[in-house]
């Protein structure tokens, strides 16, 4: 599998040929389609936040819904001292998929 890799500190990234992961015990192994990630397959903990795509979803869009709602619920969960209080959030559009 190719994926981009880092040989040390401070080196450029480059693309590397390398064998493809195998899920160990306890483990899923995921082919990755759009995500952070720079590798084709990765293997994780099998108790990882997982989610499936939802249907009707495409991988990109998908791929960038955990930022967009982990700084939805950072922001809400900052705002518990406000309880029972009303909060305007600026610019809380959300993540929109560019028709670039």
């Known amino acids: 599998m190719r994926a981009i890799t880092v040989s040390n500190y401070g080196a450029c990234p480059s693309l590397t040929e390398l064998p493809t992961p195998q899920a160990g015990p306890g483990q899923v192994l995921i082919a990755v ?11 994780c903990r099998e108790d990882a936040p997982l989610a499936r ?3 009707g979803l495409d991988p990109v ?15 809400a969960e900052s705002l518990a001292l406000l309880d029972g209080e009303t909060a305007l959030i600026v610019g809380a559009a959300g993540a929109q998929k560019s028709k670039a």
């Open 61 to 75: 869009t998908a791929a960038g819904l955990p930022t967009a709602g982990g700084t939805g619920m950072a922001i």
């Open 33 to 43: 389609q759009a995500a952070g990630t720079y590798a084709k397959y990765v293997a």
């Open 53 to 55: 795509i939802p249907a």
